[in-house]
């Protein structure tokens, strides 16, 4: 069996993921080791207002207070982890959902509790319990709540913690699975971009929003990877043996 591929499944798209992206992942799973993580942050909206919890964000990462963390805890770990292994199971996939509390998998610190309260960033991740299970012919499917010595636990962002789980993997491959085609300049696909680029890209305000984490987690993982992509979760991604959608590198590669 071939190298690890670390799949992260947006909340933006998860509602919407086609049969044709559970194609793809069939296919790439007859060739690859793949671990998926995946985020939920509409639902968690949805929910906080449900509930009347208020909700903000500062830079891109939800101010989460105990209330939120509840929540976070439930969306995340609870609801969209279970309906997500249950689609891959009939897809015919081995899923094993888990949140980075089981196993220690995804040891957790504050990042900064003043501003932003539970929001954890990623200290250790148990690669030896993911190498079990993928040896075992698992998919695990790891929702981004994690934990620390204590056993407090961190509401975590979902690409952040795909870009840790990829760094300690040595994956081969990172993939964002999202609810747009790559990164749009002008409305078109960039199919092909580097760390240097991407900088110049948030400064000029052509990458915005949810794209910021995004492209933030695949500069730090690119310190190891060779490779990060962005694809859409609404289209195949993966044909003839060719990926569809935004490739980044660290540098321009010379041929
Ligand atoms: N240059 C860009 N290209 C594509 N999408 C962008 C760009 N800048 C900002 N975005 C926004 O980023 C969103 C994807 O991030 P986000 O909503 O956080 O998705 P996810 O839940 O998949 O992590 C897109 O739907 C789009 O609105
Ligand atoms: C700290 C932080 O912002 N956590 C995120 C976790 C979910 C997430 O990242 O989901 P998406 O991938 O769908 O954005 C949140 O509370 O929304």
């Known amino acids: 069996m071939g190298e690890t591929i670390v799949i992260k499944c947006g909340g933006s798209v998860l509602s919407e993921l086609s049969p044709s992206f559970f194609e793809s992942l069939q296919l790439y799973a007859r060739e690859k080791k793949i671990v998926i993580v995946h985020g939920g942050g509409p639902e968690i909206g949805q929910m906080l207002k449900k509930l009347c919890v208020p909700t903000e964000f500062v830079n891109g990462l939800r101010k989460t207070t105990k209330d939120v963390l509840e929540v976070a805890e439930m969306i995340l770990a609870g609801k969209v982890n279970k309906q997500l292994v249950g689609i891959l199971q009939q897809y015919g996939l081995s899923a094993v959902g888990v949140s980075g509390v089981d196993a220690h998998l995804l040891e957790a610190t504050a990042i900064d509790f003043h501003t932003l309260g539970y929001v ?42 795909a870009g840790a789980v990829a760094k ?22 960039v199919e092909q971009t580097t760390v240097d ?50 490739s980044i590198w660290k540098e321009v590669e010379v041929y």
């Open 120 to 161: 954890g960033e990623v200290k250790n991740v148990n690669c030896a319990f993911l190498e079990t299970l993928l040896r075992d012919g698992y998919i695990p499917v790891i929702a981004p709540i994690g934990a620390d010595e204590l056993g407090q636990t961190y509401n975590i962002n979902a690409d952040t913690v």
């Open 168 to 189: 300690a993997l040595n994956a081969q491959q990172l993939l964002f699975v999202t609810d747009v085609p790559g990164i749009l300049q002008d409305g078109v696909v």
């Open 197 to 246: 680029d991407i900088e110049r890209m948030i400064a000029t305000g052509v990458i915005t929003g949810g794209m910021i984490p995004k492209v933030k987690a695949a500069v730090a993982a690119l310190e190891k990877l060779g490779e990060v992509m962005i694809v859409s979760g609404k289209t195949p991604f993966y044909a003839n043996g060719k990926l569809y959608g935004t």
